[in-house]
């Protein structure tokens, strides 16, 4: 593969050519194992809910118009004392699945993209078969959660254990888990791009981790089309068959977003608070999803028994179970007990605030179901009322309520996700339609921007900057860029003929130095003389002992080209522990000069001074080194038993407005704040007690270690 990637990207070095080509391929194998792994992750779901749910309770899912494989089901006598009691067990069975895999605990997104920045990448490998188990017992008996958060981790912990089986680099091993991602969410979702723009976007807050783009492209789309090859291809949402482009609507747009942002920042607050509660229970860890599965139960049967009783139809499903693509469904095309007028407004409200509170259970308190599903049901249901409403007021034709309810979806999960990009295309890929591309960008630009200091998920990092998986990057970008040949060393007093005494190399060699010669003939390279060689000689026979070059060289070494980058050219260093190479013409040998290891570090280091230089010219007025400066020198100046962990840290909602002393750090969080900056850039060292914090500052906190 790196012969035709050679002829296809000419220019690019051999290394880069030789990775590009063996990631592709590995990326390719993660996607088929995704795929079959998906494939078998939902076949066991619908099939566990078909028995326990429809057959044992007598419940009728609410589902979306491609969310099933299975034929429909024979009605049955709805039993709710049944039904509100299987979230429990559901709970309860993840629970102790959670003693073998405590990482299965939770949605699974947090987890994948913590693993990624944190931990090189690796997540064990058991981590496929738990999550893969718990999450069919937490959904298939009625959790409130989706599938894409568990085949997220799923797929991320195959691409891990397919990094460490084939013995790839770290970086490696990141690029194939990100092509994991993709591949889980491709695969039970049905968005193949979507889903590769999602794995590489939601790493970070605002960035893309863009080494992926095409590995998690490739991976999706092998895994989507090994998924539709077993269950059909079709979208997973009905939709109208346009939706005309608007202008005038466009304000209306604007406005959902506008409303949806403090809805989305609600659901955060609403999980934060379930993980709360759940940890003050005086229960162990993994008793403590059958607890949220108990009042779940408890909640939404008598719902369903009230709703049942009102529509004639009991056992009639409402999204509160599960994903809740069946109440987005709703939300997009209506439903036979949808009778329009303000009824179907109120409603979608009140499942939308149900949706929310059943999630915050499951999710909060560690059942294995992902918070992708619930927040496009929840986003979809408020943008569904939002736009019957709208129809309602206005009076207007054109206003179709099922376009609101799409917008809402992404609107909601990329503005709090902080995926913009990948929520719009997901979205578009769903609805099998891309007629709806300006609103989308509209909206989830708008909630991307109001809300962009919150998120849902508190292992993203802001940006590659900040992420240990890049540390050193810059290094490895300088030394990818240079060539041996900017660096060889052509002078003559590195060259000796084949015939040269032992006595004359001793007298070439000054103190303090360790030189390599080359041995050249005719303009050839026969081999080189270390100072090793030489030394080791001298020791053996004495310096005038009539000993040549000839003698003592290796006369097979390793050797460098004109062309090779510095980054593997360091690598040969390593491997034979040199100090300096031959640099030769890779298809005639002629010699043409030495490499050392000396001279590649001085370039290193005059490189990155120059493009620091550079920095500071087009940024000096950010005075970053300024603060730098304060801030070492504060450090500094703490005494011993103060030191810890230095983080940059947003300041937590519950404390913008109140001072330093007010939010009392210390006590409520074990941080101690050394310095605030503010949203000017300006540096506070140290800060002011009394000054009330803003939602734009960022805090220096210092963790103290612990004893």
Known sequence: MSGLLARLLP????????????????AMLVGVAAGLVGALFFAGLELLERVVLENLAGYEPLRAAGETFLPPAAPRPFRPWILMFLPAVGGLAAGLISLLAPEVRGGGADASIDAFHQHGGQLRRRVIWAKTLASIFTLGLGGSGGREGPTMQIGASLGSFIGRWLRVTARERRILMVAGIAAGIAAVFRTPLGAALFAVEVLYRDDFETDALVPAVLASVIAYSVVISVFGESTLLAHAARYPFVPAHLPLYALL???????SVGFVGALRAAQNVSARLPLPEWARPAVGGLVLGLAAAPILIYFGQRVGHPGQGLGLFGGGYGAAQMAITGAAWLHGGWGDVQLLLVLCGAKL??????IGTGGSAGDFAPSLAIGALFGGAFGRAAQLLLADPRIDPGAFALVGMATFYGGIAHVPLAATILVCELAGSYDLLVPLMLGVGITFLVIRRRTLYPAQLPSRADSPAHAGELVVSILETMRVGDLVDRS???TAAAETPLSELVARMPSGTRPTFAVVENGLLSGVVSTGDVVQAVELVGPLMPVIAVDLMNAAPQVVHPEDDLYATLALFRQHDADA????DRETRAYIGMLSRAAILEALRARAAERGAQVLREHGSIAALAQGDQLAGLLSELPAYRRGTVQRIAVPAE????????????????YEVIAVQKASGELQT?????RPLSGDDVLIVLQKKKD
């Not at 220019?11 to 590995?26: A, I, N, P, Y």
């Not at 977003?257 to 809805?263: C, D, G, K, S, V």
């Not at 509170?357 to 499951?362: I, P, V």
């Not at 190479?581 to 030769?584: D, E, I, K, T």
């Open 492 to 494: 003559p007093e590195r």
């Open 686 to 690: 140290p800060p002011d007690p009394g």
């Open 581 to 584: 190479l031959p640099v030769v």
């Open 257 to 263: 977003a506008f409303l949806i942002a403090p809805l």
């Open 357 to 362: 509170f059943a999630s915050s259970l499951t």
């Open 11 to 26: 220019g690019t070095s051999s290394r880069e050519l030789r990775v590009f080509g063996k990631t592709l391929l590995h």
């Open 655 to 670: 404390t913008v407005g109140r001072s330093l002393r007010e939010a009392d750090f210390r006590n409520r969080f074990a």
